[in-house]
């Protein structure tokens, strides 16, 4: 009884209050007492930039909300060789419901913080909670936009497109705070050049010489070779090609 006390005020698990996938993400689909519920079960942890959060072909026992953070989704062939396919960002939802192994491997690209619950505990309250499921479906078909999108980028959009568009991306989501009338931003790049380079379909030497482009341009600004300042988002929207 102490210990409900503890974890709870005014119904919201003290877990709960100030998490921002709460306000933004799935959870903010279930009311107080499923929150509670979830929370007895749910853990939060920081991952270091590099470590696996899902492997490919992994059976899924867990989903996670991503608190802070940016994590990489990569596609393996037989022989080794990767893809990066996909970013995510805070408060997105890692794991692929209704199914018993993970089709995709998940990697903290930068220091990342997560809530992590068992996947029986939320597939019971989705039983329970329509409306979590509207908001599950709603973020696949945004990542299905997207994917769209991103196929745009790289089938028909030139390297300095490529470029830009994919620091517009990074702009628009690595703060979920930021307002969405902004103009503008800064931010570390989640990834390095090659990763970058893989991301895009273009080599090393094509990426860095787009961003050297963009900055002496004056779209962007760049220090210590990873943080990226945009003072007109508007100007690199129109870099994008969009």
Same mark, same amino acid.
């Given at each position: 009884?102490? $210990? =409900?006390?503890?974890?709870?005020?005014?119904?919201?698990?003290? !877990?709960?209050?100030?998490?921002?996938?709460?306000?933004?993400? %799935?959870?903010? *689909?279930? #009311?107080? /007492?499923?929150?509670?519920?979830?929370?007895?079960?749910?853990?939060?942890?920081?991952?270091?930039?590099?470590?696996?959060?899902?492997?490919?072909? /992994?059976?899924?026992?867990?989903?996670?909300?991503?608190?802070?953070?940016?994590?990489?989704?990569?596609?393996?062939?037989? #022989?080794? &060789?990767?893809?990066? %396919?996909?970013?995510?960002?805070?408060? #997105?939802?890692?794991?692929?419901?209704?199914?018993?192994?993970?089709?995709?491997?998940?990697?903290? *690209?930068?220091?990342?913080?997560?809530?992590?619950?068992?996947?029986?505990?939320?597939?019971?309250? $989705?039983? @329970?909670?329509? /409306? !979590?499921?509207?908001?599950?479906?709603?973020?696949?078909?945004?990542?299905?936009? @997207? *994917?769209?999108?991103?196929?745009?980028? !790289?089938?028909?959009?030139?390297?300095?497109?490529?470029?830009?568009?994919?620091?517009? $991306?990074?702009?628009?989501?690595? +703060?979920?705070?930021? #307002?969405?009338?902004?103009?503008?931003?800064?931010?570390?790049?989640?990834?390095?050049? *090659?990763?970058?380079? +893989?991301?895009?379909?273009?080599?090393? @030497?094509? %990426?860095?010489?787009?961003?050297?482009?963009? &900055?002496?341009?004056?779209?962007?600004?760049?220090?210590?070779? =990873? @943080? %990226?300042?945009?003072?007109?988002?508007? &100007?690199?929207?129109? &870099?994008?090609?969009?």
């Amino acid at each position: 009884m102490t $210990m =409900r006390q503890d974890i709870h005020s005014s119904g919201i698990p003290v !877990l709960c209050q100030s998490c921002e996938a709460r306000h933004r993400g %799935v959870c903010g *689909a279930l #009311d107080a /007492e499923q929150l509670a519920g979830l929370a007895k079960t749910s853990s939060r942890h920081n991952v270091e930039p590099g470590v696996e959060l899902i492997g490919d072909a /992994e059976t899924v026992d867990n989903y996670s909300n991503l608190l802070s953070g940016v994590v990489k989704l990569t596609k393996s062939l037989s #022989d080794g &060789r990767q893809q990066i %396919v996909g970013l995510q960002f805070a408060p #997105d939802f890692l794991g692929r419901p209704f199914k018993a192994e993970s089709a995709i491997n998940a990697e903290a *690209a930068t220091a990342v913080s997560v809530c992590s619950f068992p996947k029986a505990a939320i597939e019971r309250i $989705m039983k @329970e909670s329509p /409306e !979590l499921e509207h908001r599950l479906l709603k973020q696949t078909l945004n990542e299905l936009d @997207e *994917a769209r999108d991103w196929m745009v980028t !790289l089938g028909r959009k030139s390297a300095s497109e490529k470029v830009a568009s994919f620091l517009l $991306m990074i702009a628009r989501n690595i +703060d979920p705070a930021l #307002d969405p009338s902004a103009q503008s931003t800064s931010f570390d790049l989640p990834l390095i050049r *090659a990763d970058i380079a +893989d991301f895009l379909g273009l080599t090393i @030497e094509t %990426v860095s010489r787009q961003l050297t482009r963009l &900055r002496s341009d004056g779209v962007i600004r760049i220090e210590n070779n =990873r @943080e %990226v300042t945009v003072d007109n988002l508007t &100007r690199l929207q129109r &870099r994008s090609g969009v």
